[in-house]
């Protein structure tokens, strides 16, 4: 498949979504800017649906608001990576940037989060201070593991304000 293929099915499955993050709807503007887009991308061909889609599954196990946050912030500078090598002298696909610009500032708390993971990710465990470090921490983690911001989570799902997702 070429890079525009992933991009289109990228896009059609996925950027009429992003309006979901907080029960709000995508702007006019910004949908019929989208469409445009869809078509520069040809995204409505049947192919589009070859393999399933990228991210839709994954959010099935994404249930809490703040859970989805994290897993959006993260899609969305996947968006913002994939428009780095689009032509953005059009103005639809300006303005649909733009606006993806815009909720990844609404989501910077939530990507620093990921980046907490993408560190991790990268610790040297066979690195024998590292090693310590970890034993030393290791009775702490599991305690809080056990309860951790427990009282806030109930409290959350006991009144869910205004989420529809
Ligand atoms: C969309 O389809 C047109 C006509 O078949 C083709 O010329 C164009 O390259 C396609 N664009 C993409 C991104 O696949």
Same mark, same amino acid.
């Given at each position: 498949m070429t890079y525009q293929t992933y991009l289109f099915i990228f896009l059609s499955v996925h950027l009429s979504c992003l309006g979901c993050l907080e029960s709000t709807i995508i702007p006019f503007q910004v949908q019929s800017d989208i469409d445009k887009l869809k078509i520069d991308f040809n995204s409505?061909?049947?192919?589009?649906a070859d393999g399933g889609p990228i991210f839709t599954e994954k959010l099935?196990?994404? %249930?809490e608001v703040n859970e989805r946050r994290i897993l959006f912030s993260h899609i969305i500078s996947l968006y913002l990576k994939m428009f780095e090598s689009?032509? %953005?002298?059009?103005a639809h696909i300006r303005n649909v940037h733009e606006y993806l610009l815009a909720k990844k500032s609404n989501l910077a708390n939530d990507y620093k989060k990921i980046n907490d993971i993408m560190e991790l990710a990268k610790?040297? %465990?066979?690195?024998l201070k590292i090693q310590r470090k970890a034993i030393n921490e290791l009775s702490p983690l599991l305690q809080k593991l056990d309860s951790p911001t427990g009282r806030s989570e109930r409290r959350r799902r006991q009144n869910p304000r205004g989420c529809k997702c």
């Open positions: 409505s061909n049947s192919d589009v099935k196990s994404w %249930t689009i032509d %953005t002298s059009k610790l040297p %465990t066979s690195d």
